[in-house]
């Protein structure tokens, strides 16, 4: 129904600065939010950043004040700008898109890898 397709991971310094894009596609209207997971290895997948259709945005509290998450509606694109990086943000970042007509669906890029070393 939606398709999400993330890019811009790599290998990056502490310290550096890094941007993701996922674009969507598909069935894209009536989106309430999208945002963006991380799951690093041994650990759970959380949200990292979400931005709802109101343009409300939230963040957990580790990446506060370093990522900020934005979307440009006529491009289908929302964006994870994330400075200042640290070791402990390496994980798989994921795309999400989430819809709430009808009951609560969500739609997953397939990943992108963030690895954050010197």
């Known amino acids: 129904q939606v398709q999400l397709v993330e890019s811009g991971g790599g290998l990056v310094q502490p310290g550096g600065s890094l941007r993701l894009s996922c674009a969507a596609s598909?069935?894209?209207?009536?989106?309430?939010?999208m945002g963006w997971y991380r799951q690093a290895p041994g650990k759970q997948r959380e949200l990292v950043a979400q931005?709802?259709?109101?343009?409300?945005?939230n963040y957990v509290d580790s990446v506060k004040g370093r990522f900020t998450i934005s979307r440009d509606n006529a491009k289908n694109t929302v964006y994870l700008q994330m400075n200042s990086l640290k070791p402990e943000d390496t994980a798989i970042y994921y795309c999400?898109?989430?819809?709430?007509?009808?009951?609560?669906?969500?739609?997953w890029g397939q990943g992108t890898q963030v690895t954050v070393s010197s």
């Open positions: 999400n898109a989430e819809k709430r007509v009808g009951g609560y669906y969500n739609y």
């Open positions: 598909g069935i894209i209207f009536n989106i309430y939010a």
């Open positions: 931005i709802s259709s109101s343009g409300s945005s």
